[in-house]
């Protein structure tokens, strides 16, 4: 019922910057929060950034200063500027929210991810 569709994924050099984007379509009552997870290989998914819809945001202590997650206006897409990208960034990065796609209950969707590979 609700999807989210990701872009910005790619091939970056060592101290370059990507911006990803995640938009989400479909039945929403409200948006809780959006956030962006990200799993590197042999690893597992882990939680990076993320906002709530009073606007909080969360980072990880690895992408902090580094990272920044954003939404547009309407709050229906998320955004995250990775700068100063590290080889160890290197992952799939997932889109996350949390919404009420009605009033009475809320549920979690996921993305299907998008690779940022961080090498020289």
């Known amino acids: 019922q609700v999807q989210l569709v990701e872009s910005g994924g790619g091939l970056v050099q060592p101290g370059g910057a990507l911006r990803l984007s995640c938009e989400a379509s479909g039945s929403i009552y409200s948006i809780n929060s959006m956030g962006w997870y990200r799993q590197a290989p042999g690893m597992q998914r882990e939680l990076i950034a993320s906002?709530?819809?009073?606007?909080?945001?969360y980072y990880v202590d690895s992408v902090k200063g580094r990272f920044t997650i954003s939404r547009d206006s309407v709050e229906s897409t998320v955004y995250l500027q990775m700068n100063s990208l590290k080889p160890e960034d290197t992952a799939v990065y997932y889109c996350h929210t949390n919404v009420n796609p009605t009033y009475y209950y809320a549920m979690d969707y996921w993305g299907r991810g998008t690779l940022v590979t961080v090498s020289s």
């Open positions: 906002i709530n819809s009073g606007g909080s945001t």
